[in-house]
């Protein structure tokens, strides 16, 4: 007696870790059909799973394991009795060297983890059974009161069901009777139905069995929580990405088309401005430099964006590290911002103490820094000719670079 209760606990065990380290519903799914149909602990002939999809009210097939045929099955057990032989010796060779029961834990879990799921994939993936069972869909409201899943739906306990108890209309070439089928709801509701028998086995679907299918049921509920959620936040994370990439490519296309007309903008205004069309009045040279002034703005803001879609899509991981002269650098970007902002009137000043060392990094990169930090504070600097400052103070093998403006904050 005492061994047969502590075969049920590892046999609870197992099912335990092994529901426990499902992360997406079709491996879910496939764990708990495994567990059914493993000689070594519930050992049922096939089990069936199908997904309940609220929105359509309707139900899928989506996991089928087990045999069609009395010889299939035996091929299948001898593949499932071989997997365990070696798992069992694993385990004891194991034992021989270490006593400690954690060194057993890692192989317990390959159960299924690996070893079990890798067989049955392997062995079930595109077969008729499977394929044709997840071509089964069932529209809720077309079932009539009496059928499995009907019934089952509405049953908060696994029935027993014998032959010619219930129908069975578009699963009869599947599952035969006597049979156990069982919902599985979360506090979402419904989410599926599962179903096993034992066609080819001569342990019988009785009380006891029924008691078992249950406490597996009531496990895989409290699981599959878990798993909806995280196959939930999974997929709104895959959207998200979707639709980062999507805004990506907008700023990029957006980008380079308005850069085209924009320059023959830019270039017809400084023909116009030069005189080369024609004489100017006072008042038309002024209203020509307005638009230069903006054309040249706007140029920068798409230029920006340029820069945003290429950084997202990963343009700045590919620098060249090297000793760079940061003065250098900051006296490249000061012309580009004072011509950016030429009616603002705001100085730019270095403020440097000591000698300026070189320091280790990308030329381009650090230009673009300095551009865009600068030509922040620029902009929000008052226009009362205050100056924005960039300070250099090293400090041993350290420099340390500070961008100052006296605006809003």
């Known amino acids: 007696m005492e061994g047969h209760y502590s075969e049920e606990l590892s046999l609870l065990e197992q ?29 049922f002939s096939r089990a069936y799973v199908l997904r309940y999809d609220e929105r359509n009210r309707a ?25 365990a032989r070696i798992l069992r010796e694993q385990m004891e060779a194991i034992q021989r060297e270490s006593p400690e029961p954690a060194a ?18 392997g062995r079930d993936e595109g077969t008729t059974l499977l394929a044709e069972f997840q071509e089964a869909q069932f529209k809720r409201d077309a079932l009539e009161q009496n059928h499995i899943l ?13 032959p010619g108890d219930t129908g069975l209309a578009g699963l009869e070439n599947f599952c035969t009777p ?24 001569t342990l019988p679907v009785d009380d006891q069995a029924a008691y078992h299918f249950q406490w597996l049921i009531n496990h895989a509920s409290v ?13 709104t994370t895959e959207r998200l990405r979707e639709v980062d990439r999507l805004k990506s490519n907008f700023l990029s296309i957006v980008s380079h088309e308005l850069r085209t007309p924009l320059t023959s903008i830019v270039g017809f205004v400084h023909l116009l401005s030069s005189g080369k069309a024609g004489p100017l009045t006072e008042s038309q040279a002024d209203l020509l430099n307005r638009v230069t002034q903006h054309a040249v703005h706007l140029q920068s803001m798409v230029h920006d964006l340029l820069e945003i879609a290429e950084v997202e899509a990963g343009g700045m991981i590919d620098v060249d590290i090297e000793p760079v002269d940061p003065l250098k650098c900051l006296y490249a970007v ?15 000043e270095p403020v440097i103490t000591g000698i300026v060392p070189r320091v280790l990094t990308d030329e381009e990169a650090l230009e673009r820094i300095f551009f865009h930090l600068i030509d922040n504070a620029v902009k929000f600097s008052s226009r009362s000719n205050s100056p924005v400052t960039v300070e250099f103070i090293p400090e041993g093998e350290v420099l340390h670079m500070a961008i100052v403006d006296r605006g809003i904050g």
Do not use: C, M
């Open 15 to 43: 099912a335990h870790v092994a529901l426990g380290s499902a992360s997406r519903l079709d491996d879910f799914y496939l764990i708990l059909a495994s567990l059914l149909v493993d000689p070594n602990t519930f050992g």
């Open 59 to 83: 139900f899928h097939g989506r996991v089928a394991l087990g045999a069609r045929t009395r010889e299939e099955q035996e091929v299948f057990r001898r593949e499932l009795l071989e997997e």
């Open 104 to 121: 057993l834990q890692s192989l317990l879990d390959l159960r299924y983890h690996s070893l079990w799921i890798q067989l049955l994939q």
């Open 150 to 162: 009907e019934r089952a739906a509405r049953e908060p306990r696994a029935i027993l069901i014998e």
């Open 178 to 201: 006597p049979l156990l089928v069982g919902r599985l709801i979360t506090r979402r509701g419904l989410q599926g139905i599962l179903i096993a028998d034992r066609k080819f086995e």
């Open 223 to 235: 699981s599959l929580e878990n798993v909806v959620l995280v196959s939930e936040l999974t997929q």
């Open 334 to 348: 000061i012309p580009k911002i004072e011509a950016r902002h030429g009616a603002h009137k705001t100085r730019i």
